[in-house]
């Protein structure tokens, strides 16, 4: 038994402590949001935010974690998807297939954080997420809007 605090509320789950957080998340939290991708940290569709930064739920075990780590996902990114990148996303029609938005959408978001005027090439160099669509410029663009920046 572990406690995890998932978006900000307690969560009671039973899981070895190798078992990847991606799969707590989705199968014992039932938060879905948060996608398998390629399972070895690569492609970033398992986003999340631990304690601010964002990590690759995949290859974070459970077993690392404790109680006092705060673990976002996209549904607590804003309840309302009200969040400067989720309005800038929606603005910009950035999804395609829209399977590794979510992914992206939290690294953008964690960019942003850190660094809340990003150029191009701390754009390029952050959002490292794969994306199969292809949809690169529309992310670039929409990370820009977020950050206030004309487009």
């Known amino acids: 038994m572990a406690k995890l605090n998932v978006n900000g509320r307690m969560r009671d789950v039973q899981a070895e402590a190798d078992t990847p957080l991606l799969w707590v998340i989705r199968e014992q939290v039932g938060l879905t949001g948060t996608k398998y991708g390629c399972g070895v940290a690569q492609c970033g569709a398992c986003s999340v935010h631990i304690n601010g930064e964002v990590r690759r739920s995949c290859s974070v075990p459970v077993g690392t974690l404790k109680a006092a780590d705060r673990i976002v996902t996209i ?16 603005a910009l029609d950035v999804p395609q297939c829209g399977y590794c938005q979510s992914g992206q959408i939290m690294a953008a978001a964690a960019l942003l954080k850190r660094n809340p005027k990003p150029t191009d090439k701390d754009i390029d160099e952050a959002m490292t997420n794969i994306c199969r669509c292809g949809t690169y410029q529309r ?4 990370v820009h809007l977020a950050a206030g920046k004309k487009v």
């Open 75 to 90: 549904e607590g990114l804003s309840a309302t998807s009200s969040h400067p990148v989720q309005e800038a996303w929606a």
């Open 139 to 142: 992310i670039r663009a929409a």
